[in-house]
């Protein structure tokens, strides 16, 4: 009887162990299954990352994406300095190196995602010929995108920029060629199409144009297009420079430029953001 009660006994805390063993094992296995990307973003682009961070696509790269909302574009870079999110997608090139050096390069950029034209948008003219002496001109007041609608000003023949306006860092004090005398204020992105019955033009960015209803192809006077040096305008993804090489944020690269992103931009964004798919060292 007693070997018997041992037997049992064995028998049962064998069990016991190999039960727990597995599940430990499956717990492990879970918990390896994906890995937790925080993800900082932005308008449009948030909605864009939320699409994919409930995708099959997502799941099957082992990816469990929390997208993170973040109103402001300084604080969007700082949140991956601070480490309160792995990643950010929101801005040009233009505005990270910019952004970069002045807080002493921090940060890395890992994959380019797509470029959104900036645009010039009126209430009052039906095209830029028509523009008044003396108009008055609203522009963002960040460095990258103040440079910006400048270098978007002169392609659209409205002024003239000294020939060795730098597109990060130019000012209103590189105007050369100023022949209607407009007038530049200079107001945030977010109130670019607040100030449209108030001024003669705007010049807005996509993502401000599309929250406010705006198309940049069909509704803009004149915006960027890819044929124009539109280097620094394209939008990337931005890590902390110790992160450049983790596998895992390196996926986000292959995950947005998959055909069902394309797709669903197509659907949600008439058009308005161009995918571009290049390694970033192409940027420099």
Known sequence: MKNLIKTVVSAVVAVSLVACSTQKEERTVAQTET?????????SDAQIWKYIAQSKEAKQLGLDI???EINDGV??????????VDVNAFQSWAYF?????LKGEPLEAIATTYLEPMGLYSK???SLDDLPQKAVVAIPNDVANTSRALKLLEQAKVIQLKANFNPISGGLNDIEKNPKQISIKLVKGAQGPRVLDDVDVVAIGNTNALESGLNVIQDSLSHETVENKVVEN??????????KDDKNLQKLNTLYHQP???EYIQKNFGGTKLDINQPVSTLN
């Open 260 to 262: 069902f992103v394309e």
């Open 35 to 43: 890995d937790k990307i925080v993800l900082g973003s932005i308008g």
């Open 66 to 68: 929390e997208v993170k």
């Open 234 to 243: 394209i939008n990337i993804l931005v890590v902390r420079k110790d992160r």
């Open 97 to 101: 190196k910019a952004f970069n050096k």
């Open 75 to 84: 604080a969007l870079n700082q949140a991956v300095i601070d480490k309160e």
């Open 124 to 126: 009052r003219y039906k």
